[in-house]
């Protein structure tokens, strides 16, 4: 008997061995990468725009969107930067300035013809903004050399340069 | 009774008695056998679970609602973004997904959410409007925490699912509301957080009612039942029996209760429809009352789980009155137990069944607009990785334009054949609408009903453009302004055009007669065939057609005249990338439906960012569109104004095919370029032109919209004359009599005149776009020839 009893074991085991596959953990929902941080309600350091410089707008989720997108960009992360950009276009699609840091953004991104496109579009939306037209001539002038066309840099930079004269009324 | 693998009946038992050696080999292979099927159930019974778990399909979100102090945002509309994705009213919102009115406003609480960029957690919020603007945006409960911006969590708009002929709509189980989960386990299997898969004195119950001969029946508890649904047979034997009940077992010793009941309320088959399975909560929730099962109320929570027992029995379509005693009991259950008070079931079982009676096609209330997503997908996934890998796709689509769109549509179709005496329900249309600057389609609609799948108008259906097409031609003849302004004359006169092959061409305009010399703006405001006809053969039919790539039409149109005049067919969504162009002041920007995709995991895989294209210098779209805002304000689209106000200086053009089978619009705004499409499945007539079809559509549309005015940045090199705005005659600059016409610079006319027609006390027009030519008095009193005598004068 006793060997019978033994036989159980080794069966009761067996089928035992069935169950025995470890059980996997179980799906969690969608795991949040990260510490949680509020995306939207940034607060600017000081509570103003840090950079002195030109009126880029005067809506305030659109400057907002402006700095978490040079945020983004410094911290490495220009698809990022891109996707805050776009938010701020949807925002105000017609300022010429959010054009603009598109297009420089593509052109650190090394994306030379849409560097270009975007500053001339940026530029069809400037008005009588020189600052902003000078900046995109000069993207348009880096985005040429990279592409190797030194003549047409050198007209871009001209053109650049003409616009940061002081205009004398 | 059939248990193949256990033959006891056949067993000589005496046999065992007399030879003990042989009574341990058989018991040894008997239990080797027995081992052996368990190992084999429990393979199978993994595998059917983990297949179900590990499907993930696809989910699909609709855009962002951006708020912001400034933002055009009704309280009205707002709130209906927050229904729609499931907030309820509480008078104290601070739980995620709660909102309440206050005086000026709304105060809510966000749910936290992993967008593209990151996390957002939740937050306290109070907004408030002054008119149809957001005034004031602040988190609750800080004072000095004025905010700049809010990003709503986006609504799931559908998602792409496992195939086989099922439907999911797969719900993680904390988003299952709390009375389903009590409803079911009141109902179904009360003990089941705590027995191991089986219930023995039910299965006793069982066992002696089918071994008595009555009736075969259940007493399954829901792990035996998730059991049966993933096998699902009719067949009602012991074998079966005793199979399901090792496997219930056998799973409650892999899986966590949570699992088991999560892979459930997704899986259990509740109904038919036609070829399609309903199973799973989720999808039963769409099929019978159109709602995710988050916003479904109490009693029809307990609806659906009333119909666990017997899907084609308690059918509520078929069986309305077994359906709802049916829910009645799960209710009573329910106060029973005490997952209800006593008021919420007297409450709730006074409530109607509330099914909806036609069912929708799918889980996504915007099927059209989910296809044309699924295809742009198609070109860069597999379809599996699509349906099982839970990618989180964000699109573009705004589902308060889609609303105004779809609503549109439907009214002005019922409106048109009620006052036509059109057969109800033989028009059709579509609708496209995207945003000017960005090409990010925020609306489409593929039928009048947009909630149900099938024949996909807006992106399917090829039609003849018509008069669509003749921007082309006129654009192609302002980009040489050495030759053209909106003031050439161009030549009506009768045409007869012979090629060598085809028959003689004789294009006619829409009112059979010819009009003579006419101006550019004019001929294209009344769309005039023959001379467009004229100004294209002059230009070259090749090298006009030739452009069409550039514009995002890869479609090429037979080389003739005639296409000129749009005798080639293109469907709704090319029209709109047509449009889009001369709407975005030359600058082509592709039409895009998705923004970015993330993995399961929230890590983003792939975005889709805004590209432009400069394809067309930007003056001679200027003057494009000035021309276009011309048909709208004195041409063929004149009553556009009874729905959308001058002043938004809509551009946009008609088009009407041969014996009235098509009728279109296409225009922009500020904002927005929108493309309607009317006509007939079968292609018959349909007695409508562009005007007094598609484009009262369009006009209901985007009144409800709201548009922006349409005010193109000033090219450099266009300047603004003041002109005759009939002749193009040059007045002096002070000259009422004239309005400022764009001209490239050195088109404009030299020469001078004088302020001839000033008429005394006239109010000046000041503004280019809002002529009106009957205003003028010379030119109401002169036959419409004589303009020709006035330039030579």
Not at chain 1, 50 to 74: F, Q, T, W, Y
Not at chain 2, 199 to 215: H, N, V
Not at chain 2, 230 to 256: C, D
Not at chain 2, 519 to 535: D, G, I, K, M
Request: proline fraction near 7%; glycine fraction near 8%.
């Amino acid at each position: 008997m006793e060997r019978i009893s033994s036989f159980f074991v080794a069966v009761l085991l067996l089928a035992l061995a069935g169950c025995a596959g470890a059980p996997k953990q179980p799906t969690a929902a969608l795991p949040m990468p990260g510490e949680p941080v509020p995306a939207e309600t940034v607060v600017l350091p000081g509570g103003e725009v840090v950079e002195p410089g030109p009126m880029i707008s005067a809506n305030k989720a659109v400057i907002a969107l402006l700095e978490r997108a040079r945020r983004d960009e410094a911290a490495g992360k220009r698809e990022a930067a891109g996707a805050a950009l776009e938010r701020a276009l949807r925002i105000e699609p017609r300022n010429a300035w959010l054009w603009h840091e598109l297009a420089r953004l593509r052109l650190t991104q090394g994306q030379y013809a849409q560097a270009i496109t975007l500053a001339r579009k940026s530029n069809s939306f400037a008005g009588r903004e020189r600052r902003v037209q000078a900046l995109n001539w000069k993207v348009i002038a880096d985005a040429r050399i990279a592409q190797g066309d030194s003549t047409g840099a050198e007209q871009a930079l001209k053109v650049a340069a003409e616009l940061e004269r002081p205009v004398l009324e | 009774m059939k248990f193949s693998v256990f033959p006891w009946g056949r067993f000589p038992f005496d046999f065992l008695r007399s030879h003990g050696k042989a009574l341990r080999v058989t018991v040894l292979l008997l239990l080797l056998a027995l081992s052996g099927y368990i190992f084999y159930l429990d393979v199978v019974i993994r595998e059917a679970f983990e297949g179900r778990k590990f499907a993930l399909p696809a989910r699909v979100y609709g855009r962002a609602l951006e708020v912001y102090p400034g933002a055009k945002l009704t309280p009205v509309q707002l709130v209906e973004e927050l229904r729609n994705i499931g907030y309820h009213e509480h008078p104290v919102p601070d739980e995620a997904g709660t909102y309440k009115h206050t005086l000026n406003g709304l105060e809510f609480t966000t749910r936290e959410f992993v967008f593209g960029d990151g996390p957002q957690i939740s937050q306290h919020l109070r907004i408030e409007f002054t008119g149809d603007m957001v005034s004031l945006l602040q988190e609750r409960g800080s004072t000095a925490a004025d905010l700049p911006l809010v990003r709503i969590e986006p609504p799931l708009i559908g998602g792409i699912y496992p195939g086989h002929n099922e439907d999911r709509a797969l719900l993680r189980l904390d988003q299952v509301p709390k009375p389903l989960i009590d409803a079911l386990i009141s109902i179904e299997d009360r003990k089941f957080y705590t027995h191991w898969g089986i219930d023995p004195r039910g299965i006793a119950r069982a066992l002696y009612k089918t071994l008595t001969g009555q009736r075969i029946e259940g007493g399954s508890t829901i792990t035996q039942q998730l059991v049966k649904n993933f096998f699902l047979t009719s067949e009602r034997t012991l074998t079966r029996k005793g199979t399901e009940v090792l496997m219930a077992m056998l799973l409650e010793l892999h899986y966590s209760k949570d699992e088991i009941l999560e892979t459930y309320l997704n899986e259990i088959f509740l109904g038919q429809d036609a070829t399609r399975a309903i199973h799973g909560f989720g999808l039963a929730s769409h099929f019978y009352f159109d709602r995710p099962l988050d916003r479904l109320e109490l009693q029809e929570l307990a609806t659906l789980v009333g119909m666990v027992k017997g899907p084609a029995v308690y059918d509520p379509r078929k069986n309305p009155d077994f359906t709802l005693q049916r829910r009645n009991i799960v209710l009573q259950e329910m106060v029973k137990l005490e997952a209800i008070t006593q008021a919420q079931f007297v409450e709730a079982r006074q409530k109607p069944l509330g099914v909806i009676r036609r069912a929708p096609t799918g889980t996504s209330p915007y099927p059209a607009f989910l296809q044309f997503v699924h295809r742009q997908l198609q070109r860069d996934y597999r379809e599996e990785d699509l349906r099982s890998e839970g990618l989180r796709i964000f699109t573009t689509l705004d589902p308060h334009i889609q609303r105004q769109a779809e609503e549109a549509l439907k009214s002005r179709l019922a409106d048109i054949e009620r006052a036509r005496r059109i057969t109800s329900g033989t028009l059709e249309g579509a609708v496209v609408v995207s945003s000017t600057q960005t090409g990010e389609i925020q609306a489409l609609v593929g039928g009048r009903e947009a909630r149900f799948a099938g024949y996909n108008r807006a992106i399917d259906a090829q039609r003849p453009i018509g008069s669509l097409a003749k921007p082309i031609v006129y654009l192609t003849a302002l980009e040489e302004p050495g030759r053209y302004t909106l003031f050439t004359p161009l030549d009506d006169s009768a045409l007869v055009l012979r090629q060598a092959g085809t028959s003689d061409w004789k294009p006619q305009n829409y009112d059979h007669e010819f009009h003579g010399q006419v101006p550019l703006r004019t001929a294209l405001a009344n769309s005039y065939n023959v001379s467009t006809a004229r100004l294209g053969i002059e230009l070259g039919v090749e090298s006009i057609l030739d452009k069409l790539p550039l514009y995002g039409i890869e479609r090429q149109p037979p080389p003739f005249a005639s296409s000129l005049l749009g005798a080639f067919e293109l469907s709704p969504i090319e029209v709109a990338q047509l449009y889009q162009t001369f709407a975005d002041s030359g600058f082509r920007t592709p039409l895009r439906a998705i923004r970015e995709i993330l993995a399961a995991d929230g890590k983003p895989l792939q975005r889709y960012p805004l590209n432009v294209e400069p394809v067309a210098p930007a003056a001679p779209v200027y003057l494009l569109t000035t021309a276009l805002q011309g048909v709208v304000s004195e041409g063929t689209a004149k009553s556009l104004n009874n729905w959308v106000p001058a002043e938004v200086k809509v551009a946009g053009k008609t088009g009407t095919t041969d014996d009235l089978r098509d009728s279109w619009f296409a225009g922009y705004s500020g904002d927005h370029v929108a493309v309607v499409w009317v006509g007939r499945d079968d292609n018959k007539p349909t007695g409508l032109t562009g005007a007094s079809g598609a484009m009262t559509i369009w006009g209901e549309m985007m009144r409800n919209i709201r548009p922006e005015p349409l005010e193109p940045a000033l090219p450099e090199d266009i300047e603004l004359v003041n002109v005759d705005p009939v002749t193009g005659v040059r007045y002096i600059e002070d000259c009422a009599s004239g309005v400022q016409m764009p001209f490239i610079k050195g088109s404009a006319p030299t020469e001078v005149s004088g302020c001839a027609f000033a008429a005394a006390g006239e109010p000046a027009v000041g503004d280019a776009a809002a002529v009106n030519v009957e205003v003028k008095p010379a030119v109401k009193q002169e036959p419409q020839k004589s303009w020709l005598q006035r330039i030579f004068d």
